[in-house]
């Protein structure tokens, strides 16, 4: 990795979006860069929200159907997040290293990455849905809905590759403005779409959850597309050229290396949910609405972790390319007080209005009451949720994956699945056993990672 003085004066039309990160307010650059991640993730999180919201007024079968489609997705998706981990954090030191060719390179890899990757989602995808949907063993209404939700969704992954890899590659060189932007877009089109896909409104068919997917595929496609030209224009850090499109198999090695046990931890944290459906199931689709609902609530906050994590993990990043560990490890500290300040206010916030919350996307008297009580129990977990959800990015930004895979495992498979099997019947809790189990995982893999990364060994990590 060739790297630049870090001595030079910055230019004078240097964007704050594009200033060199390893200097100045460590809190300042944080907030700077977290805060259009933030945004984008919301965005994000609000598209599968409304998604769900406009499914809901189809009925419970649908909001089941889509709600375990959408675990499958997680599952593909984590996929995805590996490789684009693994992507941040060999950009992130080239930048902080100042070396902008070799980012450009491996922007360029990406992205054939992602393209490869979501031709085998679209042709495997479409053949495994209905087998893998029923093995749940839900009603026939939701198994139905469901493969058709994610059938269409993988469909149109080839774009999504695309999109994701192209995103994180201009967020990883510092500059996330522009991603946020291009999925303030994204959003907009999908958003507009989708009522009048979903319900048949106007000249438009009633494609029931059909519509939905439809909707996330049409605009992924076109975010897709803008991505691409950015890249190109160099209008951005990044300036990508069609040479950049060669396959470099050093480069492509190294992503993996660094991404595939994120890319386990991913995957098998979204297996983990899969199990955990499974054993919410037999409760009935009232209990596996009410998980569903829950888990789309919990995206807001995980936007904000999202964000704040990986804006600390892009500076951790180009920090230790510049050979500053304590600027990254007081990014880290900095990230996590600013977390759980707000999981903190949010918990709050749910104790007190759970049902408020829960009646944004049901109107049906039993799943608020039953939605509302999964998520008061959900926020004794949320109080530390904070130390994972950022210290898993930090650690992970310094290309250390492995310690962040091992302890995922743990949590999700030593932890949080045999409890959820146990505690319902055990300890005579029911299905409220199995949201118990979830917050015994999380208070342990708080207290991994604080630990781990007091130790510092993920300083001297090399990629």
């Known amino acids: 990795m060739a790297s630049s003085s870090h001595n030079e004066s910055p230019s004078h039309n240097e ?5 060199d990160w390893t200097r100045g307010s460590i809190i300042g650059n944080l907030l700077l860069l977290s805060w259009p991640m933030v945004v984008m993730e919301a965005l994000y999180m609000v598209g599968q929200v409304v998604d769900m919201i406009w499914v809901g007024k189809l009925g419970p079968s649908s909001i089941a159907g889509v709600g375990i489609a959408y675990i499958c997705v997680l599952v593909v998706m984590s996929m995805d997040i590996g490789l684009i981990i693994g992507v941040r954090a060999m950009i992130a030191r080239y930048v902080g290293a100042g070396d902008i060719r070799g980012a450009n390179t491996i922007s360029g890899q990406a992205i054939i990455l992602g393209a490869t990757w979501g031709i085998v989602v679209a042709v495997i995808g479409i053949l495994v849905a209905k087998p893998i949907l029923g093995l749940f063993g839900a009603e026939a209404e939701v198994i139905t809905a469901g493969i058709v939700y994610l059938r269409v969704l993988f469909a ?31 959003r907009t089109i999908h958003l507009a779409l989708c009522p009048f896909l979903v319900l048949g409104w106007w000249i438009f068919p009633h494609l029931g959850v059909t519509g939905a997917a439809l909707s996330n595929v049409i605009s992924h496609s076109l975010g897709a597309l803008i991505v691409v030209t950015l890249l190109f224009s160099g209008r951005t850090r990044l300036q990508l ?35 955990l459906l499974w054993i919410i199931v037999p409760f009935g689709t009232l209990a596996v609405a009410a998980h569903s609902l829950v888990l789309r609530v919990e995206m807001f906050f995980i ?38 300040a707000f999981m ?38 949320y109080l530390l949720f904070g130390f994972v ?9 310094a290309g250390d994956t492995l310690p962040t895979m091992i302890v995922s495992i743990t949590m999700i498979w030593v932890i949080q699945l045999p409890l959820a099997f146990f505690l319902p019947g055990v300890a005579n809790l029911g299905v409220y056993g199995v949201r118990w189990a979830i917050v015994v995982s999380i208070f342990s893999g708080a207290i991994f990672y604080i630990i781990y990364f007091m130790r510092g060994r993920w300083k001297a990590k090399k990629v």
């Open 303 to 340: 936007a904000v972790g999202i964000g704040l994590g990986g804006g600390s993990g892009v500076l951790v990043g180009q920090n230790l390319g510049a050979d500053q560990p304590r600027r990254a490890e007081k990014s880290g500290w900095l990230a996590v007080g600013l977390m759980e």
């Open 389 to 397: 959800l950022v210290f898993q990015d930090c650690i992970a930004g």
């Open 344 to 381: 903190i206010a949010f918990s709050g916030i749910i104790l007190l209005r759970a049902e408020n919350i829960v009646g944004i996307f049901t109107i049906d008297p039993d799943l608020v009451a039953l939605g509302s009580i999964f998520l008061r129990i959900a926020t004794a977990g």
């Open 15 to 19: 964007s704050p979006f594009e200033k």
């Open 156 to 186: 149109g992954w080839v774009a999504m590759g695309i999109l994701v890899m192209g995103l994180y590659a201009v967020q990883a060189s510092g500059d996330t403005m522009k991603p946020m932007i291009i999925e303030a877009c994204i």
């Open 241 to 275: 050229a069609l040479k950049d499109f060669r396959p470099v198999p050093n480069i492509i090695w190294r992503i993996l290396k660094i991404g595939i046990p994120a890319l386990v931890l991913h995957m098998q944290k979204s297996l983990g949910d899969l199990v």
